[in-house]
């Protein structure tokens, strides 16, 4: 072109993260906000994939940083079978506590109560 000899042509190509998406290989990652009650009873929610919005069941008893995953919701590659889309689930709180559900804690926390760190403990 322009009366220069023939070549490679290198480009150089920078891609803008994503809001929503991580991409790892052909997998898919997101972190979705669920609220204390889907959590907790379990729920059948609306996720968005690189494809769409799909529905997902968040298993009852489910905890922040639990990672679900839909089959075949990743990338598809030329040849080959599409990776997976793992989905992180994060336990959103209300923005503002009421009465009740703070009452309702305090109650629970009195016969019910677990230490999430103990096994972090005994291994320091």
Known sequence: MGGAESGDALIAVN?????????????IDVELPVTLYEAVLGAKIEV????GRVAMTVPKGSSSGDVLRL?????????GPAGDQHVR?????????DSDLESFMETWRRTHAYDP???MRRTL
């Open 15 to 27: 891609v803008r993260p994503h809001p929503t998406f991580s991409r790892n290989g052909n997998d």
């Open 48 to 51: 968005p994939t690189i494809s």
């Open 89 to 97: 689930l994060r336990v959103v709180l209300p923005e503002k506590m």
């Open 117 to 119: 760190r103990e096994a």
């Open 71 to 79: 089959k075949g919701k990743g990338v598809k590659p030329e040849n």
